[in-house]
């Protein structure tokens, strides 16, 4: 069994900073790329943010300069900083990476998400 655990979330005001992580474990071969998306109140979940397993990121263009995703690899855990917030960020945040199970199993996982708030 693999879990995928977001933490970090919560609510700022506008122009402040949330760091989230995400922590994956259980039966894990290894894992490829680990990324955020996001769902905000009535719209479809959108890509925020990738890092591979070789140390790239990509970043949703309109993020670039506020965002920063990171990954430590021992620890087998994606960090999403958020820095100057704003309202339009508010959503639910979620985590997910590529894992190739100890069975060879090779899958997406997704964790449960974790809700940002950007409010004054």
């Known amino acids: 069994q693999v879990q995928l655990v977001e933490s970090g979330g919560g609510l700022v005001q506008p122009g402040g900073s949330l760091r989230l992580s995400c922590a994956a474990s259980?039966?894990?071969?290894?894992?490829?790329?680990m990324g955020w998306y996001r769902q905000a109140l009535g719209k479809e979940r959108e890509l925020v943010a990738v890092?591979?397993?070789?140390?790239?990121?990509n970043l949703k263009d309109s993020l670039w300069g506020r965002f920063t995703i990171s990954r430590d690899n021992a620890k087998n855990t994606v960090y999403l900083q958020m820095n100057s917030l704003k309202p339009e960020d508010t959503a639910v945040y979620y985590c997910?990476?590529?894992?190739?199970?100890?069975?060879?199993?090779?899958?997406?996982?997704w964790g449960p998400g974790t809700q940002v708030t950007v409010s004054s």
């Open positions: 997910n990476a590529d894992i190739t199970t100890w069975t060879w199993s090779r899958s997406i996982y």
């Open positions: 259980g039966t894990i071969r290894s894992i490829n790329d």
């Open positions: 890092a591979t397993s070789g140390g790239s990121a």
